[in-house]
């Protein structure tokens, strides 16, 4: 559990809940937190499970925040039904519900009777698509060979929308490429890295890989290179964290479509300051995603590259 910015709960304040900030992707989102909270001066109280797998202690944490009694609760749920019962209770305690980086499922929330102020993050399906038009445009459009997805949690929402946006573009963008196994890699690096690793020796022609996050990739990163096929096979992310930087600055890992995260914590704050003094916020708010490469960086030009963190 991590706590910080910690204010007296008569203050209006706001509670935020991440999945973990073991993982660099939502240790960025926490920093934009930060800075939204200073720019809009308001107090806010944050706490994280110990990995984005602990869907029973994320319960608990979001219960024990709901005693501190926040303005609102910007909520980032591990899955989109595990945090229900205790966003059920703020609903109740008329507590305003955000959900970071869009975790849940809509249909789920609408089955619940739970109304979300608003979903804040990149579009999952548009980053998985942005994925396979950044393959096509390397493999070329005419391009043949079998092609992994290495999905997060299953079940996941953000992870189904980056695997179907990735393979539904495939299929328009290159053809040839053909999607041979999409498995859940539980978000877990050493369990990609296995994937990857039984993967290639069924598939030793093996052309690519689409990861559904950046610590998965890396994992897969390390089983290509293992094999020595690293020159052979085109190994894509999603997130754009710090280590995934340094991974394609090093010309090992491809690529990855970076999420922005800072961002999405940043506009997540300012949104609600804006929805608490009853200013109209859209329902769902998309924050813009890069196709990191080797030439992005080295160019250096492109607006959006001062957000990756």
């Not at 979001?62 to 910007?74: E, F």
């Not at 929330?109 to 548009?126: M, P, Q, R, W, Y």
């Not at 690793?197 to 990163?221: E, K, R, S």
Request: with cysteine.
């Amino acid at each position: 559990m991590a706590s910080v910015g910690i204010a007296k709960a008569d203050d209006g304040e706001y509670g935020v809940l991440m999945k973990t900030l073991a993982n660099p992707f939502w240790g960025a989102m926490a920093e934009g937190v930060k800075a939204g909270a200073e720019k809009a001066g308001v107090k806010y109280f944050l706490q994280a499970a110990e990995s984005d797998q602990a869907s029973e202690p994320q319960l608990n944490l979001c219960n024990t925040m709901l005693q501190r009694k926040p303005v609102a609760m910007i909520t980032a749920a591990i899955s989109s039904t595990n945090l229900l019962p205790c966003l059920k209770a703020a609903q109740d305690a008329k507590i305003k519900i955000v959900d970071l980086d869009n975790n849940l499922d809509q249909t789920v929330l609408d089955n619940e009777g739970i109304k979300v102020t608003f979903h804040i993050g990149s579009d999952n399906i548009a980053a998985g698509a942005q994925a396979a038009d950044y393959l096509a445009q390397k493999l070329g459009k005419d391009a043949k060979g079998p092609v992994l997805v290495i999905e997060g949690l299953s079940g996941n929402i953000t992870s189904q929308k980056r695997a179907s946006g990735f393979a539904d573009r495939l299929k328009e963008a290159a053809p040839g490429l053909e999607i041979i196994g999409s498995l859940p890699g539980d978000w877990d690096r050493g369990k990609a890295a296995s994937i990857a690793n039984d993967t290639l020796t069924a598939h030793p022609d093996l052309a690519a890989i689409f990861c559904a996050n950046d610590g998965m990739a890396l994992g897969a990163v390390e089983a290509v290179y293992a094999a020595g096929k690293g020159d052979q096979v085109t190994i894509i992310g999603v997130d754009g964290n710090s280590d995934a930087v340094k991974s394609i600055k090093q010309g090992r890992l491809n690529a990855s479509v970076a999420q922005l995260p800072y961002l999405v914590g940043e506009q997540a704050v300012e949104n609600v300051k804006k929805a608490l003094a009853g200013e109209t916020v859209p329902e769902s708010i998309a924050v813009p995603t890069l196709v990191v490469t080797k030439d992005t960086l080295e160019a250096g030009t492109d607006p959006l590259l001062k957000y990756l963190k």
